[in-house]
């Protein structure tokens, strides 16, 4: 039968379908059978035979035949499970049931009366057929997601048949051992399978349904304790999937095991349709969904060194219920870190790679996925955490991070990717090795729309977040806090700053301590604090090599001097306020020499008008986000926010208990009644009085004579004289004590769960358009908006 006949008799089963009044009984297999035994259509095909609105007009006028029509789908699901699938023919119906599947559920869960429906049994429908008690009877969902998983490792069908002869009877697929048919060489597994066309298109149709039936989320508004549980992927991750490991396995090796260029030949993409990018992607998002999990609220696996045999490290407490995150934080061989570590890094670089010959390398567009799993990584398994930083590895995650940030800082549809940037980012600043890292020369000349500079990592971190913050677009502005805090992090660790990155960073001081910007919002001072913060840990840990930030910091001394007569008084402050009276200024380049950008970069742009954006839930304050530790003699950190504080004219309010502080603030700010934001002297005063300005003021005082002097004595213009003398200076003895060492560390918290998962279907609802699963459909975890 020709294609256009199978799609014409495909139809008409649908139109049947949503013309008949009356409910089809399931054992009418005449009927029924015309939607997948003798038919050949793609899954692009049944998204367009099988409009919305009909969809929904069966649900509405004849339930009965819609869950008919599931269950019938399910059941032949399962006996494709049961049989092994040896036919071409019952491969098609496996297909051609799960595409229509996929097609429909999204109907069902967008309709809050349907959604008990899959957890339901089915009366008659008993695990081992009819004679059974309904006792043993699994609702729909559990049958479902088991015959998935089976599917999922079916000789000849998904995977490659161990069978030498064809003599031999099919393998049996309840004694097969799947965790001897992991799709792919990495974690846990050393033989890597003959790539297969048609397994891997078919492993894609079954994930593409297993993401279908774990979407369910999408339809549910945002809860504020982010706990509920998703019913699908719960049960998919329990131990009633007997392939839950080797599933997890081949998710995990396919991802990272991945390379797009191939054997590096140029334009080799558009000769060859990669066809294992579409799995590879479909992977990644199944990962990253099964892996949804609350770590703030549930027991984590401790780290304990034990080491067995198995890829699995067999830790004590057992850890998560969910057995893909429990998998995931038990890996600990030092060769899967790498394997993974690697081939994340591989992929994030993918879309730097620049060539002479344009086009001729292919991109990749799962950054957003690969960045989700990265975050999960480190935070599931701290082993894999200590491992990324132990060497300077983690700077080959850095970069293309900074490079995306940079690249997006324009663009509103992808706020979602700045944030989960910076938050990887913020988990990294909390451990000591990061900072040391990043003294790393950068070398790599990824095309950045960013200035020429020659320095370290460090130096391009700074350099990016400067960017950021004068020229992203106003959305960003929650994410300054966390910014600094990643700087401040850092600082006590670098050994030396570029004059460019010293540059930026008075600049950005000078931006956020004007009058105005101080006094036009209760929480702008935070940003100076954060900032002054930076410089004395730099000052006090890392004075000798950073003549070029003295430098800097002698140059713009007149910006300390202001901040130290910052004016309190009520006059002064609505004058202040009245440039606000204006529309708000963005933060002002001039002062900021900007120079050339490198060569080969684009400007970062905003988005197409017309883009589609998923909306996100706010993230928590940086109060809420991390945990402050002190780092002691030995290096070790102790955390703070337990101990009872006792504040001090060097502590900055943000070290009070934040909530406290902000309380205090807003009492002595009185917002007026149209909810306008009113400084008063008081409230000025209550954190002017802890600007911790104590040691640059020495600095000054110490230095700024010397330099003069040598300016007049020698008649000196020149930079590089002052810089020499600045290099064999010493301020040993003269600085105040120096002060502990502050880091701000992540800590995990519902707030951020919750925004996760929301940006996480995001970019799964927005990412699949061919075919467009959720298009058009209502969900509620997040609204689909255009720019």
Known sequence: MGSADSKLNFRKAVIQLTTKTQPVEATDDAFWDQFWADTATSVQDVFA???????RAVREESPSNLATLCYKAVEKLVQGAESGCHSEKERQIVLNCSRL??????????????????WSTVPGAGRGGAEDDDESARPLAESLLLAVADLLFCPDFTVQSHRRSTVDSAEDIHSLDSCEYIWEAGVGFAHSPQPNYIHDMNRMELLKLLLTCFSEAMYLPPAPDSSSINPWVQFFCSTENRHALPLFTSLLNTVCAYDPVGYGIPYNHLLFSDYREPLVEEAAQVLIVTLDHDSATSASPTVDGTTTGTAMDDADPPGPENLFVNYLSRIHREEDFQFILKGIARLLSNPLLQTYLPNSTKKIQFHQELLVLFWKLCDFNKKFLFFVLKSSDVLDILV???YFLNDARADQSRVGLMHIGVFILLLLSGERNFGVRLNKPYSVRVPMDIPVFTGTHADLLIVVFHKIITSGHQRLQPLFDCLLTIVVNVSPYLKSLSMVAANKLLHLLEAFS???FLFSAAQNHHLVFFLLEVFNNIIQYQFDGNSNLVYAIIRKRSVFH????LPTDPPAIHKALQRRRRPPEPLSR???QEGASMEGSRPAAPAEPGTLKASLVATPGIDKLTEKSQVSEDGTLRSLDSAPQQSSAEDSPATEEPSQAWREQRRLSSASASGQWNPTSEWVLSWKSKLPLQTIMRLLQVLVP??????IDKGLTDESEILRFLQHGTLVGLLPVPHPILIRKYQANSGTAMWFRTYMWGVIYLRNV??????????????????
């Open 400 to 402: 293309p991070i900074l």
């Open 49 to 55: 035979l099988v409009p919305a609105a009909e969809i």
């Open 562 to 565: 202001q901040l130290a007569n």
């Open 514 to 516: 004007t009058t105005w």
């Open 590 to 592: 001039a002062g900021s």
């Open 706 to 711: 010397q330099v003069e002097k040598i300016c």
């Open 770 to 787: 061919d075919p467009p699963v959720w298009y058009d459909t209502d969900v509620k975890l997040f609204e689909i908006q255009r720019v």
């Open 101 to 118: 599947l996929t097609r429909v559920l999204p109907y069902i869960f967008e309709d809050p009366d349907w959604r008990g429906f899959f």
